[in-house]
């Protein structure tokens, strides 16, 4: 990933961030860079702790709908503290209606099988 986001164009507090494992320096980076868009899912998997982000962000690129998104936009989706955070951005910013079916089915019986596990539990 040399290719991209130059680790000496990071601050050093940035850098520290990165080696303590927040990543979020790293990833506001890639995609201020408009480099997010060029990694392959695997590397965005290895970059990103929560699995949930990934295939959204994926989905969102395969519709070409994730480059129409505000930037800020794309850091809250990428910078997005579990599910629940996630949740809440995708319908906050508008994001719900522009995924793909498929993703929202995906999303709904996620939420589904959550809300059951919580009321067994």
């Known amino acids: 990933m ?20 927040d990543y979020t ?15 392959t899912l695997k590397q965005q998997e290895a970059i990103v702790k929560d699995k949930a982000t990934v295939p959204l ?16 936009v794309q850091e809250a989706i990428v910078n997005a503290k579990g599910k629940k955070d996630l949740e809440d951005i ?6 719900w209606n522009k995924l793909p079916n498929t993703q929202k089915y995906n999303l709904v019986s996620l939420a589904s099988k959550t809300s059951l596990i919580l009321l067994i539990s």
């Open 57 to 72: 962000v994926s989905s969102l690129q395969q519709t070409g709908e994730w480059q129409k998104l505000d930037l800020k």
């Open 90 to 95: 995708i319908f906050d910013m508008g994001v």
């Open 2 to 21: 040399d290719k991209f986001v130059s680790w000496n164009s990071l601050s050093l507090k940035d850098q520290q961030a990165i080696v303590k494992g």
């Open 25 to 39: 320096p790293l990833v506001n980076a890639l995609v201020k860079s408009g480099d997010w868009n060029n990694l």
